[in-house]
């Protein structure tokens, strides 16, 4: 099965293999700056920071609750992991940030109503080195 995460997280490193496949992502590109309109209506924007996130939706089940409860935990603090988009392929690792739920927020899984022992989740992740994650969930256009 394609597209079953892998990550491995924490100071002694701890590798979580998602049994189920994550649903496709999305690309979530967002800037840090702001904006200034003048009376006479000339405007000046400033730009400290672009961040290329991807907001992944991942599944797990009620056995896997509790190790992807302590990475999340662990991961709202400053510390990057390695992320596999696909278990089984390590041309898929990426290492990562963890952008949302951010410290302080909830994590907050829901249950999927057809399989009432899964979970979804969705993370938002930061790629450390800045560069923007462009990989395709489908190999050709699914229509």
């Known amino acids: 099965m394609k597209w079953r995460p892998k ?3 924490g100071p002694v490193p701890t590798t979580i293999n998602f049994e189920l496949a994550q649903r496709p992502w999305s690309f979530t590109p967002t800037q840090q700056g ?4 003048a009376g006479g209506g000339a ?3 400033y730009k400290v920071r672009h961040d290329e ?3 992944r939706h991942i599944r797990f089940t009620e056995a896997e609750y509790a190790a992807v409860r302590a990475w999340l935990l662990w ?3 400053p510390d990057s992991f390695s992320w596999y ?5 390590a041309g898929t690792l990426e290492t990562v940030y963890l952008h949302a739920p951010e410290m302080g927020q909830a994590i907050a899984p ?3 109503s057809e399989y009432p022992v899964v979970f979804e989740l969705a993370i938002t992740l930061r790629v450390a080195s800045g560069a923007a994650s462009t990989r395709a969930y489908f ?3 699914p229509f």
């Open 7 to 9: 990550v491995i997280w």
């Open 34 to 37: 702001g904006r200034r309109i």
């Open 43 to 45: 405007q000046a924007t």
């Open 53 to 55: 996130l991807v907001t």
């Open 75 to 77: 991961a709202q603090g």
């Open 85 to 89: 988009d696909d278990r089984d392929d």
């Open 110 to 112: 829901t249950r999927v």
């Open 139 to 141: 190999d050709t256009t």
